[in-house]
């Protein structure tokens, strides 16, 4: 196994003007893994993917990559390549100059290019349209050919700006899949920034949330879906994301708007007020129940999302029942003991079981 | 006949009418000039005006080939528009480059003096440019005369190109130098071909001014520098005025001008249009 592009940032730090993009951030990325920058817009995942790249540089901190100081070298002497999200490509260019221009930048020799160039296009299946112009591509052959590009010199790490956003929804589905196939058969570091959580979730082998310029959880998808770390990355992952009510905490009772509980869980806190965070699966119809009214039920085909009104809240649940509801009517909901998180009211952080 | 039709009928007709207008104005003084140098030069002052006359291309020959022959002029006025286009562009690109792309100190105000240059009135130069010129002995020199072309040419160009340039997404650029691409290499790979509208553009504009300059020409050049602007006057005397040979020897000057037009027309329009279809004009 290669041991090749090891990334670490450490106290990275970047502000535009007034804007601070990146708040002294830490990160470790290990070789050959896939790795996702979630988080909204405006979160400094982009910006520390062009730090990364040498796009950008801190105005703190330090990048390692393998070991080495690069926080100031040149992008051209960092060996990464990168997929942007408009592409990039050169117009002027056929797709064969296109994806042959980094290797007659890198001096490779010209019977060589031919081969690199004809093997990465095939790689990525637009080896029939070496002779065509980006203009006369569709969206997704000029993804492609931007794949193609960025893999043809074999570059140490692999950087991917929003790939597939620019894509319809189908063609994102089968890109999603073959770009997890290609970074496993290339071996090489992938560095995804996205904004989309199901991408993420599917493709990365462990991920960074970044929010306000802050990374607030780094694990695997599972970890990060499981058991987030802090009310804000509960609110911002899963589709639609964790139900975040007040409660009260005694022991293994848990009070929602004047409705107990019995946990299945037990939590190291003295009694008072809580955060509860409940995913929209985990609630259920039950007679004896947390009443409350019917705001508005929308049908996703397999499943219904019903939207509840819990006292001023509302409430997200997903139900499979084929029932049809009327709005505004009562409808008694429970939730599964063992599934509620419960965070700090103050800090936001989540209270650990014992 | 339904009404949208007439409609569309009538403001047809009345573009037409406009175009044809316009294109009269335009179109009348080459034709008139035309018609006169293939008269002699005493049916050109009979008055009123022959309308039927046994045309004589006497007066081409003359122009060409007589005492006061245009030839040496049309290659002096090649000369001198062809070096202030090729120094114009090979300066103007990289400085445009430079204004669209990099982050100076003081970008802003020189690109705002590089701009007011054009706004002197260019009669108010001609005696600060004889007096330049005189001190540096490059009165009546090639040298001299590109010099001051270029001073005109360059803050042009450069302010033309920064809008082409500036139309290049950042991430084209960006992806080059990942590729390892030097600043000049992707300028050259990358930004360049992209340009070569406005390239193209620019280029017509410098060389038509260059050509057409009549002002400086006649003041700083002499017998050495004669460009055909002012080699022309020499039919033009205290005594008379040989309006037949001037219009033949002024059709001659238009004509690489008029060649050049047709030939980079597809590219005039094309430059000229980039931006106002958003993206549409780079493919």
Excluded at chain 1, 116 to 137: N, T, Y
Excluded at chain 1, 183 to 190: D, G, I, K, M, P
Excluded at chain 1, 207 to 227: C, H, N, Y
Excluded at chain 1, 232 to 252: C, K, Q, R, T, Y
């Amino acid at each position: 196994m290669s041991t090749q592009g090891r990334v670490s940032l450490r106290g990275v730090r970047k502000i535009f003007g007034k804007f601070v993009a990146l708040d002294g951030i830490d990160l470790d990325i290990e070789s050959v893994e896939f790795f996702a920058l979630l988080g909204p817009s405006g979160s400094g995942k982009t910006t520390t993917l062009r730090i990364i790249a040498g796009l950008d540089t801190p105005d703190e901190g330090t990048l390692f990559v393998d070991g080495a100081d690069v926080t100031f070298a040149p992008p051209g002497d960092r060996d990464v390549a990168m997929v942007f999200q408009n592409y990039a490509l050169y117009p002027h260019m056929t797709v064969r100059e296109n994806i042959a221009f980094p290797l007659k930048m890198a001096k490779v020799p010209r019977v060589s290019i031919d081969t690199l160039v004809r093997e990465a296009a095939a790689k990525v299946r637009i080896d029939h349209l070496l002779h065509r112009r980006p203009g006369q591509l569709s969206g997704g052959q000029q993804q492609r050919c931007a794949l193609a590009r960025a893999i043809v010199r074999k570059p140490k790490l692999f950087l991917l700006d929003e790939p597939l956003s620019n894509l319809d929804a189908q063609l994102r589905l089968e890109t999603r899949v073959e770009l997890k196939k290609l970074q496993r058969s290339l071996n090489v570091t992938a560095i995804y920034v996205t904004h989309d959580q199901e991408e993420a979730m599917t493709l990365a082998d462990r991920m960074a949330v970044f929010l306000e310029g802050g990374i607030k959880q780094i694990g695997t998808p599972s970890e990060v879906f499981d058991r987030p770390n802090c009310v804000e990355v509960a609110a911002f992952i899963g589709s639609p994301p964790m139900n975040i009510v007040p409660a009260h905490l005694d022991g293994e009772t848990l009070t929602i708007e004047g409705h107990s509980a019995h946990l299945a869980q037990r939590f190291d806190r003295a009694p008072g007020p809580v955060t509860a965070g409940i995913r929209p699966g985990h609630l259920r119809i039950d007679a004896q129940g947390i009443p409350t009214q019917l705001y508005l039920s929308e049908n996703l085909g397999e499943s219904s999302l019903l939207n509840l009104k819990l006292g001023d809240a509302l409430v997200k649940m997903r139900t499979t029942e084929s029932q049809a509801f009327t709005d505004g009517e009562t409808i008694p909901i429970a939730f599964d003991s063992g599934s509620v998180h419960l965070f700090d009211p103050e800090s936001g952080l989540r209270l650990e079981e014992i | 006949m339904n009404t949208h039709q007439r409609a569309r009928l009538t403001r047809n007709v009345i573009l037409m009418a406009v175009a044809g207008a316009l294109l009269f104005v335009w179109v009348l003084p080459l034709i008139w000039a035309f018609v006169v140098s293939l008269k002699s030069e005493r049916e050109v002052l009979a008055f009123p005006p022959s309308v039927f006359f046994e045309p004589e291309f006497g007066n081409y020959v003359d122009a060409l080939f007589g005492d006061f022959s245009i030839v040496d002029s049309l290659l002096t006025s090649t000369i001198l528009a062809t070096a202030t286009t090729v120094i114009t562009i090979a300066l103007a690109v990289p400085a445009a480059y430079a204004f669209a792309r990099l982050r100076l100190p003081g970008k802003r105000s020189l690109g705002f003096y590089t701009l007011a240059t054009q706004m002197v009135p260019p009669v108010g130069l001609v005696i600060p440019y004889f007096l330049i010129l005189n001190r540096f002995g490059w009165l009546d020199t090639y040298h001299g005369m590109v010099i001051v072309y270029l001073t005109f040419s360059l803050p042009f160009a450069i302010w033309l190109m920064v809008a082409y340039m500036e139309d290049i997404p950042w991430e084209m650029e960006e992806a080059a130098f990942l590729d390892k691409a030097s600043r000049l290499q992707t300028l050259w790979h990358i930004v360049i071909p992209q340009v070569r509208g406005g390239i193209a553009v620019t280029v017509i504009f410098i060389f038509l001014n260059a050509w057409n300059e009549f002002l400086f020409a006649v003041q700083l050049g002499g017998n050495t520098v004669r460009p055909v602007t002012v080699a022309m006057y020499n039919f033009v005397s205290v005594e008379q005025t040989l309006w037949a040979k001037l219009s033949a020897a002024a059709l001659v000057a238009m004509l690489p001008v008029v060649i050049i037009g047709i030939a980079a027309q597809k590219q005039i329009v094309k430059g000229l249009t980039v931006g106002a279809v958003k993206g549409g004009g780079r493919r």
